[in-house]
């Protein structure tokens, strides 16, 4: 019981999201591009179930843990057994296979949802012995949240291996452009599912920006015949001009504690940067007289922000403090993002997306693709989605932060582009 008044705290907010996306689908989906071996090995046997279920949820959960670039899911080919509870593996089975792990399950019928169970089971012996139950849980769901109950699943078994809080219940929000006159801001889960239209025009949006709690999007829009920074209250549909400046207003990002966004507008000719309080007012310039400088960005403790400058002659990355003093040139050329555990820093350079430990100070090339841009990284700072060209079409993509994983999300009918990830959506 306690498991169920848990869910039922977890999935408060995102339940607000099931009502919007009451007609979802799914716009995009995970195709892997390639995916390093030296992952963890995994198996996650098909859970056990005595009635139809509409998704596959050991699927959902193998290709949650196969996402993060951490696991590498043993094919359901290659599985010895088929065990629905702890009980019923044999770890010499598994161990021979090279996997630590073994996940099993259930899905019954629970009312009009269903009830989800599982277990971790460790083959190998390291947390004590061989066949020993690491991570359990059980908790019902509603007909509607069967991939979120997967997803949950996901969180707590990549939070007991890796010690690290699992992000497979956020969300993305990117922009979709039909033709040349259509245009809609979109929110899907992370793997491109239960997807829903927030507001569709025929103006373009650009760079939607996730309020710290979820509740909101910062964004461009040229609806007013100008680009203008709006905020929208995902919830209620409500939005607020933030950023009207004479001129364009654009590249929004919100403080870390969600009361100020800071944006880009060149009312005086060149582009700068601007902070503004983020119901509106309260507006104060950050850069002056030094070139074109956009894209900020705020550090996880809100004490600096990077930003985008071509002050000597090219666009680079930048820092400076909250009051537009001690900038210092940090390189790349552009879209720098920091990791929320302040380890890393996520940037674009030679149309690549890198990243950069910010301790040792080496930089990693991490994506493939080409003229890549956007990039946006989880909450937990494992995963990047970015945007790049494929042929004539913008398309979304993933990348691992450790560049072990890499996935394209193709879009149907139309250009994918500016992604957004979500923070968490729930309390743990």
Not at 85 to 108: F, K, N, R
Not at 394 to 420: E, I, M
Request: glycine letters at 12%; hydrophobic letters at 35%; one cysteine or more.
């Amino acid at each position: 019981m306690k498991l169920f008044t848990y869910f039922k705290k977890c999935v408060g907010f995102i339940g607000c999201f099931v009502a919007i996306s009451a007609m979802a689908e799914s716009d995009v989906q995970i195709l892997v591009d390639g995916a390093i071996n030296t992952s963890q090995p995994i198996a996650v046997v098909p859970f056990r179930t005595n009635v139809a279920i509409p998704s596959d949820v050991a699927q959902i959960v193998s290709d949650d843990l196969r996402n993060s670039g951490k696991f590498s899911p043993i094919p359901r080919g290659r599985l010895p057994a088929q065990p629905g509870s702890a009980g019923e593996v044999v770890p010499e089975q598994w161990s021979i296979l090279g996997t630590d792990y073994v996940v099993v399950g259930q899905v019954d019928a629970a009312g009009s949802g269903y009830s989800i169970a599982y277990q971790l089971i460790d083959v190998l012996g390291t947390s004590g012995f061989a066949g020993n139950v690491v991570s359990q849980g059980a908790f019902n769901v509603s007909a509607d949240q069967l991939r979120l109950g997967a997803h949950t699943v996901s969180d707590q078994i990549f939070e007991k291996i890796t010690q690290i809080r699992g992000a497979f219940r956020t969300k993305i929000a990117y922009v979709v452009q039909r033709g040349v006159s259509s245009y809609e801001l979109r929110v899907s889960d992370y793997d491109g599912f239960n997807a829903f239209t927030l507001v569709s025009s025929k103006e373009p949006f650009m760079s939607p920006e996730w309020s710290p709690d979820g509740a909101k999007l910062a964004y461009v829009t040229f609806e007013n015949k100008k680009p203008q920074v709006v905020v929208h209250d995902i919830r209620s549909g409500k939005r607020n001009v933030v950023g009207a400046l004479k001129g364009h207003n654009g590249a929004p990002s919100f403080s870390p504690d969600g009361s100020q966004l800071a944006f880009a507008s060149n009312q005086d000719g060149l582009l700068n940067i601007y902070v503004a309080n983020a119901n509106g007012g309260g507006i104060r310039q950050l850069t002056r007289g030094q070139g074109n400088n956009t894209e900020p960005s705020w550090s996880p403790d809100g004490s600096v922000i990077l930003f985008t400058s071509d002050r000597g002659g090219s666009p680079q990355v930048y820092s400076m403090n909250i009051s537009g003093g001690n900038v210092s040139l940090i390189g790349g050329s552009g879209s720098g993002k920091i990791s929320s555990d302040g380890k890393n820093l996520i940037m674009v350079s030679s149309d690549k997306i890198v990243k950069r430990d910010l301790i040792s100070g080496s930089t990693e090339v991490l994506s493939s693709t080409f003229l890549d841009e956007s990039p946006s990284i989880s909450p937990n700072g494992t995963m990047v989605i970015y945007s790049s060209t494929k042929g004539v079409s913008k398309v979304l993509q993933l990348v691992s932060a450790d560049g072990r994983f890499k996935a394209n999300l193709p879009g149907v009918g139309g250009q994918y582009k500016f992604p957004a990830w979500s923070p968490y959506l729930t309390k743990q």
